[in-house]
């Protein structure tokens, strides 16, 4: 057994012994979280009783791996910005493209940013980056506290160091810096600008507590929703509340769903009123065609070996859905007829994940609903993907009264505050993610050791 699994095992074992046989604990350890605003829907985010667990290696593998993607992924979106047929290739809508062509007074094309990640007996795949408002950060580092006074966690940290990971503060720094790079010399007001919804989502809960982290630290901060904004004699504000620095927790494509280009934040932006993190052209990194152009060695031919190496060991092939030839390991296919006849390995997605589409999973899906999905995917927006095996672990769950132990899927968020990685959230998933279940959520993540 390695390290981590053996680490593993113990705190398994500690559940079982007689001193916590009595779920009292657990039931504490809900309530801690009930007290700390962590819930979501009348459920706490985190869905079970033990934390994940990253071995130093590991955390350092996916640090350097995360660091040199992001890298990569930034010369990507330059050369997007620059031209025209790799921005059709991504399929921007048109008011994306308007908004990613406005500067944003600062340097950076993505100040803070998550990629999801499967970590696999020492092996990264790397399946989405977030670039509009990396989320976990909040709940993980309040998590983190929780967990740290349950009395198991206490009893395995007697032969066990457990190493806190970097949370809001690094996200605070980051934003200071691009507010800085902007112009900005004042100490700035912070609006956390979230599209409200008819019910109460995780993101909200989050912003919250995003919002009361940064105000501990000295910045007047509040959650703004895109409706109570307005904009006049070149100052944005939400009421008397006057707004400086903009984290912005909207997809693009939803904000253009409701909204045109005359809203009072794109105004601001435009006229460079505002700082906003991150920038309306750091969405260009939601789109996952950008796996498709990272993928292609026609574009990456010129990318420093380090990080052709990390694309070509960590991230799938991905081809946008289109009746074309491509390049499949140095040959040229028709991409239709390797779509039809490599069913079993491939999954098709939304280009978008806002749009109202569904994903295809060729090995859970016959061949007539094959075609059916490949004509659907050919009129809309889609990629094709090679199939990633997702990473799952055991953990130890706490549901109406007693715990069970149920192997769930563990999606882990390295963070990158300016290029470098500063701590990591994990997500935690019913295996079978495309059925509905309550097991989802956040669980805090420590480096082992």
Known sequence: MTQLSEAIARYHKILESESYRDLGWAEALQQRMYESGLVVSARPVCPVLRPHFLSARQYASLSKASETLITSINRIKRMALDTPSLQARMELLPGEKMLAAIDPGYSYLSVASLLETYVNNGTLRFMECVSDAPMGLAFGEILTNVFLEAAPVKEFRKKHSLTRLPGTKALLQA??????????????NIAIVELKQPFQTME???????????????YPSEV???????????????????????????KVQEFLVRYDLTHPLVRAYRDHAVCMVNSFRAELTRKKAIFDLLTDESITQSFPAAERKVIRESIPWTRVVSSASTSYQDQQV???DFIQKNRETL??????????????????TDESGWERALRTALRNPYVVQFR?????ATFPVY?????????????VHPHTMLGKVHGCSSWISAVESSRFSTLQGVAPTFVLG
């Open 175 to 188: 934003m200071l810096k691009a507010y800085k790079d902007f112009g900005g010399k004042k100490l700035p």
């Open 204 to 218: 909200s809960a989050e912003y919250q507590l995003l919002a009361e982290s940064f105000r501990k630290f000295g």
């Open 224 to 250: 703004v929703n895109l409706d109570q904004m307005e904009y006049r004699n070149g100052v944005l504000r939400r009421g008397e509340f006057t707004i400086d620095l903009v984290y912005r927790c909207v």
């Open 334 to 336: 028709d991409l239709v």
């Open 347 to 364: 999954v098709l997605k939304p280009n978008d994940e806002t749009a109202d589409q569904h994903e295809y999973r060729g090995w859970e």
């Open 388 to 392: 990633t095996e997702p990473s799952v």
């Open 399 to 411: 549901q109406w009264g007693s715990l069970d132990m149920k192997p769930l899927r563990v999606d």
